[in-house]
């Protein structure tokens, strides 16, 4: 079962906090992950989306769904996003399917990429 979007954001944003107050190695990773997702020679969107493939082949569900309301945020036509996600399973097999099920769930309870084509 997927979770909601806003219950995603908030544990995500718990959990950020916590490694926050535990060192300065998780800032520093934090602000190293935000400046490689920064606009430059390839658009946000686009990075968003490897970031999505990437995420799918490591069997990050978490991130999974964070790059999805990234590219949701991003207004990623679903089309693309769907794209990507083929790109995911030829590059990591079958093994990635039960995570896909989980990341179509999760899309479609976003608004922008939840228009339920999947």
């Known amino acids: ?11 995500r944003a718990d ?16 602000a190293l992950d935000g400046a490689a997702y920064a606009p430059g020679a390839l658009p946000v969107s686009v990075k968003e989306l490897l970031g999505l493939v990437v995420s799918v082949m490591k069997d990050c569900e978490e991130c999974v769904y964070y790059h999805l309301e990234r590219c949701d945020e991003e207004r990623v036509a679903r089309d693309q996003v769907v794209e990507a996600l083929q790109i995911a399973l030829i590059g990591g097999g079958s093994v990635t ?8 769930s999760y899309m479609e309870k976003l608004p922008n990429l939840g228009d339920g084509r999947a």
């Not at 959990?15 to 300065?24: F, I």
């Open 97 to 104: 399917i039960p995570l896909l099920r989980r990341a179509v």
């Open 1 to 11: 079962m997927t979770p909601s979007p806003e219950a995603f954001r908030r544990a």
């Open 15 to 30: 959990g950020n906090e916590r490694l926050r107050g535990s060192g300065s190695l998780f800032e520093s990773f934090f």
